[in-house]
């Protein structure tokens, strides 16, 4: 058996001369443009269900409006049978008690008199029995509504919800990597994280790291903080990935601290949002795509 040739691995050489800001430009402009249009098809989605789910519960109230007339009619349709029995032989006993005199013509009349109240009772249910079916078609219908005005405030929120992403995202601060020297998105605070993260560019890591004898582990990489200087927002910390420690001296906040690793041919990047009494808080972003870069 033959075997099946190896394809050769090519190393992507970064971009050199000046002419390398138009297809990064390019490329940040598809990036932006397939964002939107996974927005667009999300909210797209959204709103498919959301007339999947109102057709479903329209079909449901009639099924249910169609299955209470059919009860109430059958009940009914028994009520008058009652009735009509009930009347026939009011009628039988009152040619009785006609033709009766005496004792049995007393008979007759209070037997009577019974058939008249029952009558009575039985039509007082019927109508009792037609009210409560009228009541709970009032309420399915008013339920419809109400739910159908959920429905309506669902779609508005998400629509605001899409102007408010577009509108942070828009608003994130860019800054050039230190190793691929092209521009990337920098959240600031946690409202900008969130807003990252529904780009699904990139996974996202916080920490809050205290200055400690020890590193602290932030998902593949140790972060030892060394130095803290609050009056000027500056940090010295010390990496460690791939059994390789290299320190990052005098970095301010907001600044992207990028590094490879051997899982990945973009870098990793760490950002720190806030300088306190020895301690940093901010993220690390890490690639989507784990390929292990050639040579490593």
């Known amino acids: 058996m033959s075997s099946t040739p190896q394809q050769p691995t090519y190393v992507i050489p970064p971009p050199s001369g000046p002419n390398w800001k138009v297809p990064v430009l390019i490329g940040v402009l598809v990036l932006l443009a397939a964002?939107?249009?996974?927005?667009?098809?999300?909210?797209?989605?959204?709103?498919?269900?959301?007339?999947?789910d109102m057709a479903k519960l329209n079909q449901d109230f009639t099924n249910a409006i169609d299955k209470m007339r059919i009860d109430s009619n059958e009940e009914v349709r028994r009520s008058r049978r009652s009735v009509e029995d009930l009347q026939a032989r009011l009628a039988e006993q009152r040619r009785a008690a006609n033709l009766a005199v005496g004792q049995a013509k007393i008979?007759?009349?209070?037997?009577?008199?019974?058939?008249?109240?029952?009558?009575?009772?039985?039509q007082a249910q019927q109508e009792q029995a037609i009210?409560?079916?009228?009541?709970?078609?009032?309420?399915a219908?008013?339920?419809?509504?109400?739910?159908?005005?959920?429905?309506?405030?669902v779609?508005?929120?998400?629509?605001?919800?899409?102007?408010q992403l577009e509108q942070t995202i828009a608003n994130l601060k860019r800054a050039t990597g230190e190793l691929d020297s092209h521009e990337s998105l920098i959240a600031t605070n946690g409202k900008e994280l969130r807003a990252?993260?529904?780009?699904?560019?990139?996974?996202?890591?916080?920490?809050?790291?205290?200055?400690?004898?020890?590193p602290s582990r932030v998902a593949d990489v140790m972060v030892q903080l060394k130095k803290v200087d609050t009056k000027h927002n500056r940090f010295t910390i010390e990496l460690t990935v791939d059994d390789r420690t290299v320190e990052k001296k005098d970095r301010t906040i907001n600044e992207p601290i990028q590094f490879y690793t051997?899982?990945?041919?973009?870098?990793?990047?760490?950002v720190v949002n806030q300088v306190r009494k020895d301690t940093i808080v901010g993220y690390l972003a890490t690639p989507k795509v784990q390929n292990a870069r050639a040579g490593t």
């Open 35 to 52: 964002s939107n249009i996974y927005l667009f098809v999300e909210l797209d989605h959204v709103r498919t269900d959301s007339r999947h």
């Open 107 to 122: 008979d007759a009349q209070r037997k009577v008199e019974q058939l008249q109240s029952r009558v009575a009772t039985e």
């Open 131 to 139: 009210q409560a079916v009228k009541q709970t078609a009032d309420t």
């Open 141 to 153: 219908t008013t339920q419809l509504a109400t739910v159908s005005t959920d429905v309506g405030n």
């Open 155 to 163: 779609k508005t929120d998400v629509q605001n919800t899409k102007s």
């Open 196 to 214: 990252l993260r529904e780009l699904g560019e990139r996974n996202y890591s916080e920490f809050t790291i205290a200055k400690a004898k020890k």
């Open 262 to 270: 051997s899982k990945a041919r973009q870098p990793d990047e760490i």
